[in-house]
């Protein structure tokens, strides 16, 4: 089964949702705005990027841009899980495996229900 992190106005997430949907692919949709996020995800979603998963474009960076930037990684974990607008977004999982941060569109082509 999918599973899809995202917050549910967001126009990325809803793009990518749509996706899903036309094709007929179940997911399970994880408003991390409404269930939060921990810092299991968190390491797990950085390990995949290499760096924080964390939307460096968006307005809410910004915003915290400085106390993210000079924290070390206990006060960004919990930065991010405090501010999960932080996040880039979506992030769709199978299981354990994080398989996209962010909607690719060749990533979504590539799945299979």
């Known amino acids: 089964m999918f599973k899809m992190y995202g917050i549910p106005n967001c126009d990325t997430v809803k793009k990518a949702r749509k ?36 939307n460096k474009k968006g307005r809410t960076f910004r915003q915290f841009k400085e106390a993210f930037e000079s924290g070390n990684d206990a006060a960004k974990i919990k930065l991010i899980t405090e501010n999960t607008s932080l996040i880039k977004r979506p992030i769709l999982e199978k299981g354990k495996s994080v398989l996209c941060l962010g909607y690719d569109v060749e990533v979504y082509n590539g799945i299979d229900g």
């Open 19 to 54: 996706d899903l949907e036309k094709r007929g692919i179940e997911y399970e949709f994880i408003d991390f705005k409404k269930v939060g996020v921990d810092k299991t995800s968190i390491e797990r979603w950085k390990k995949f990027v290499g760096d924080w998963p964390v």
